[in-house]
């Protein structure tokens, strides 16, 4: 009777055992839920023109069926009216290209609606992201701590986001980082036309500590119709105005960084937390 006792709690051991290992191969785990959008490669105000939409999609079980143009639309507001472009999916990436850029000064909204399902039949999620185009080339963010090394307390890279495409050619020229002591900074620039931004290698760190101004000469043009670059965001680009930023990194950039526009009129832009950036793309 022992004998038969210890085999039945061992038989049931077992089972259990075997039920937990099925459970964790085909149970409800991270892969069994709908796919959504994680987030779009742009973002809701002075969104550029020529720009190709990209959504980074979270798919539990590839691939995605029914991306189509009657699923997957951008739309001119408030008549609803659909814009002509090209529909691509592969992966966990979905991308919407117009056959032209946007018009200017315009509210869109991205939309993707309709059976979407994974290779589960699993229903996508809709979504729908509102957004205004603008007429002139902004700076809109700058990513003062792209490449930071907390050990030694340097920022090795800055970031620089523009509302649309520049040309690329005359990018350095137009750029200058100068220190307190007006002793100018030498970087290198690495410039992403596919989200317009332009980084910022500089040779030797920026340092914790020291005030530091960033300039981009109104010279810079657009890449879409050659427009000057709009530097102090007041929606004219006839004044000639630059880009310039002002900022001191603390002991601890983790408390902070101060930052001061030169710019009286310079408008703040609002960054969605649904915008994808470099990372999201591999890049």
Request: charged share 20%.
């Amino acid at each position: 009777m022992l004998f038969l006792r210890t085999y039945k709690m061992k038989l049931l051991v077992l089972t259990a055992t075997l039920l937990v290992v099925v459970f964790i191969i085909i149970g409800c785990g991270a892969e069994d839920h709908s796919p959504t959008v994680r987030c779009l490669n742009f973002g809701v105000e002075n969104v550029r023109r020529n720009l190709h939409i990209i959504a980074s999609v979270d798919v539990g079980r590839k691939p995605l069926y029914g991306v189509s143009s009657e699923t997957v639309k951008l739309l001119i507001l408030p008549q609803e009216v659909p814009v002509p472009g090209d529909v691509y999916y592969s992966g966990d990436r979905i991308a919407f290209i117009p056959y032209t850029k946007l018009q200017d000064s315009t509210e869109y909204r991205f939309e993707i609606d309709g059976d979407i399902e994974d290779a589960s039949g699993e229903k996508m999620q809709s979504m729908k992201q509102t957004f205004w185009t603008g007429n002139v080339l902004q700076v809109y963010y700058v990513d003062l701590l792209r490449s930071y090394n907390s050990t030694d307390g340097e920022v090795n890279s800055i970031g620089i986001y523009f509302s649309e495409g520049v040309d690329s050619i005359s990018l350095p020229m137009n750029i200058t980082v100068l220190e307190d002591d007006w002793a100018n900074q030498f970087f290198d620039v690495v410039y992403y036309s596919e989200v317009a931004l332009a980084v910022l290698v500089f040779s030797y760190p920026l340092e914790l500590n020291k005030n530091y101004t960033l300039s981009i000469s109104a010279n810079l043009l657009s890449a879409t119709d050659t427009g000057n670059l709009d530097g102090d965001r007041d929606g004219e680009d006839v004044d000639y105005d630059p880009f310039i930023l002002n900022f001191r990194y603390e002991s601890d950039p983790v408390e902070g960084i101060i930052v001061a526009d030169s710019s009286t009129n310079a408008v703040e832009y609002y960054e969605p937390t649904e915008r994808c950036f470099l990372y999201e793309f591999g890049i």
